[in-house]
């Protein structure tokens, strides 16, 4: 809903549905209309008036939030944030984890006296950067995990009932 009022008489109000826009300044305008012919209206615009005169009315039903209001709020997005990319850290070790055992499993013959074949070398090469990528996004996990525990209390304070 918007309000809207005259800068000549801002005691008059005019209430219409929706949003401001050229539709509802001109139902506005009816009502201005509807005052006028009924002598309600306590100011002459006999030298006309436009839609574009009325003034939208910013209609204050709560109070404006406070600094701590909105630092509570910005701690909430902050910790859905935190809590967001936990969960993405985590999906990536996940995808990363199949391909590293594979790999890690490989790596034994290394450490034994049996010959290694060329396509077995090459594969363990190409393997060493899925052991890696999984390692970064497992060390990435275990420090967002640490971080997000501090998100996951401010989200669960913020979703306490008030009392």
């Known amino acids: 809903m918007v309000k809207y009022t005259l800068a000549q008489c801002p005691e008059v109000t005019l209430p219409v549905r929706g949003k401001d826009s050229k539709k509802a300044r001109d139902q506005?305008?009816?009502?201005?209309?509807?005052?006028?012919?009924?002598?309600?209206?306590?100011?002459?615009?006999s030298d006309g008036f436009s839609p574009q005169e009325l003034i939208a009315v910013d209609d204050q039903q709560t109070a404006p939030p406070t600094d701590t209001a909105i630092a509570d709020e910005e701690a909430v997005i902050q910790a859905v944030q935190t809590l967001n990319n936990l969960a993405n850290l985590k999906l990536k070790a996940q995808e990363l984890r199949d391909e590293a055992l594979r790999v890690r499993a490989k790596i034994d013959v290394l450490f034994s006296d049996d010959p290694i074949s060329p396509e077995d070398f090459a594969q363990l090469k190409e393997g060493f950067k899925a052991l890696k990528s999984f390692a970064q996004a497992n060390l990435r996990y275990r420090a967002g995990r640490a971080e997000a525990e501090q998100a996951r209390a401010t989200l669960d304070a913020a979703l306490k009932p008030a009392d």
């Open 28 to 45: 506005a305008m009816d009502q201005l209309i509807e005052l006028m012919d009924d002598g309600k209206l306590p100011i002459d615009l």
